[in-house]
């Protein structure tokens, strides 16, 4: 059997028997444990195929599992690349070392993951918090001379990204495009994948029938021709960037298990005809969620580096965490309490004074330290500011809408321990390095998907004066549904190997302990540890 790379998106199968066709469609054939969909008078299986049984097709990135099913298989085959030659630069390994980047003296990790990119065109490298990524992409793209673009999902990221890739001298000029502002030839690019997502198109003008009052009416005219104007304006910086996606040769992805999205799949498979992709994520992988771990295989490949926290650990590059979950309780309510996750989120943490005055609590507890609270809603950062002004507290609070230059200020002002509480939305979620790290870490959200949790709790692990953190959160026990994130996010500490407490109050329990006791709350009559 022949397996033919013909182009940078497609393998194709030629000599092949239909039993190792069949082979070749089953073992490419992944099962969604959790679909349910209802396919007219029969159930859907839950079936993806990323095998196309009738063209003998797959995608390039999966080569890497075809040849391991072959193999198992006993199938015989050979590899062509049908491929032109590519004629960009790619440095020699040997002249990457602990010196490679100025100003800084490469860990032999990160050198080793540089010349990974060497020797093959795809894969998902999975660094960890404080494993110095950043200083593996600056090393790969000072390596591999071509047209680059590097895509991160948040803002704050992209601008960290650009100037440490200056600070590395890794190109003359590094282009940029977010929030308006466009490359202007750039050899390497920096931007937010949000750029990258077509405009929705504006509604029809308003018409007079709909306004009897000319003044309302001429101010609606107004605000739609202003929502026009705006939508044309990122229609043709749109079709601007999305030039320079099909021009480039490589494609890095930061936070590359936010890749299964429809904005990322259209970038990497339609627009990007390059021949070199990687991913970066402390967390690609989510066993909870088979399918959107095969799509991301699909963008990028298998992982192909990996460095775990424990050993960043020990070279003593981030600080151990200790988590406490503080058990929430209701009188009113109980673990039968089955109202909507919106609404129970609502009542027991947005508009919860009780809730709130828990968080300052702990904040109290540790007066003096740098103190962040972690929130996903708005309204509840918001409550949260106030609740800290009313009870005197040096607090700011920072989310997509701040401002760039207030935003630095403030995490500046964070850094310096100017503040008493930094209160921070989506947008400090992931990648946000803040110099002098976090002492303790409030989770002020719900949630169960566990890459996204582990992401928050990397906000932790940046090294600060005390050589640990804490982070707190929260067992809900007066809702169903917040019970169960609850659980899970516990049950995601515990198998990430963190030190675990759980709070009642009353007593204190290990996580391990609670989990082996299926949850059960212990005794009253027990004294605390």
Partial sequence: MQIQIVNNNYIYFN???????????????????????????????????????INKKCLL???PRIVHICKKNNIPFVIEDLRDKWNYYIVESELIN????????????QI???????????????????????EMIAGICKSINCPTVILADMTVVVSQLKERLQLRNVAEEIGLFFAGEKPNGEMI??????????????????????????KKYEKAVQKWQQKRDAYNTRKRNYRFLIEYIKKAEMLIVDECDRSASDTYKKVIRTHFKGRRKYGFSATPYDDSKPIKNINIEENFGPIVFEMNRTEIEDRGRII????????YEDPMYDLHNKITLDEATNMFMVNNNRFHDIIFGIC???????????????????????????????????????SKTERDKIINEFSKGQLDVLIGGKIINRGLDIKGGVDNLIIATGGKLRSDFLQKIGRALRVNNRGFSYV??????????????????????????????????????DGKELVRRNFKSPSRQCNKK
């Fill in 189 to 214: 690019v920096v931007g937010s994948v949000q750029s990258l997502a077509a405009p929705s198109e504006v509604g029809p003008s308003p018409s007079i029938v709909d306004f009897p009052d000319e």
């Fill in 320 to 327: 151990p965490c200790k988590y406490r979950s503080i058990v």
């Fill in 61 to 63: 990135t999966f080569l």
């Fill in 364 to 402: 109290n507890v540790h007066k003096g330290e740098r103190n962040m609270i972690l929130t996903e809603r708005i309204p509840l950062g918001e409550n949260l500011l106030a609740r800290a002004q009313e009870l005197g507290l040096n607090a700011r609070f920072i989310y997509g809408l701040t």
């Fill in 112 to 134: 080793a993951a540089i010349k990974k990119a060497l020797q093959i065109e795809f894969g998902i490298y999975k660094a960890v918090t404080g494993s110095g990524k950043t």
């Fill in 15 to 53: 000599n092949i028997t239909d039993e190792h066709n069949s082979i070749l469609f089953n073992e490419m054939t992944f099962v969604d444990p959790n679909a349910k969909y209802m396919n007219q008078n029969r159930p859907w299986q839950g079936k993806f195929r990323k095998y196309d049984l």
């Fill in 98 to 109: 602990e010196n490679y980047l100025p100003g800084i003296k490469l860990e032999d990790y």
């Fill in 472 to 509: 707190y959160d929260f067992l809900f026990r007066c809702n169903h549904y917040l019970y169960e994130h609850s659980k899970a996010r516990l049950l995601t500490i515990i198998d990430a190997g963190y030190e675990s407490k759980v709070l009642f109050g009353y007593t204190n329990l």
